[in-house]
Nanobody
Framework: QVQLVESGGGLVQSGEFLRLSCAASGFDVEHHSIGWFRQVPGKEREGISCLGYSEYNTYYADSVKGRFTISRDNAKKTVFLQMNSLKPEDTAVYYC?????????????????WGQGTQVTVSS
């Protein structure tokens, strides 16, 4: 059974940083696709960063490029999202997701397993 558990969300001020973690069980984060998505009420879930088996398969949405970094610790089966220079428009519920396959496009419909989400709020 696959379980993804996010942590690290919270309330910060504009310009500050947060580091999200996603602990995976029952899933091989090293050889398959993992990603971070976010959603605000009334909008579709947005793929903001995804990582495939190869480090060359890394995607960042334009809105976070240069500020966010996705990484993983294979031994700990944990995926991270380092979020720097946070902006109020980054406020959302952030979800960790996983999909079988060495690379999946960073689209919500392409991912099979989801965490429960963690709230990130950035005040101005």
């Amino acid at each position: 059974q696959v379980q993804l558990v996010e942590s690290g969300g919270g309330l910060v001020q504009s310009g500050e940083f947060l580091r999200l973690s996603c602990a995976a069980s029952g899933f091989d984060v090293e050889h398959h696709s993992i990603g971070w998505f976010r959603q605000v009420p009334g909008k579709e879930r947005e793929g903001i960063s995804c990582l495939g088996y190869s480090e060359y398969n890394t995607y960042y949405a334009d809105s976070v490029k240069g500020r966010f970094t996705i990484s993983r610790d294979n031994a700990k089966k944990t995926v991270f999202l380092q979020m720097n220079s946070l902006k109020p428009e980054d406020t959302a519920v952030y979800y960790c997701a996983a999909a079988l396959g060495s690379w999946r496009p960073c689209l919500a419909r392409a991912y099979d397993y989801w965490g429960q989400g963690t709230q990130v709020t950035v005040s101005s």
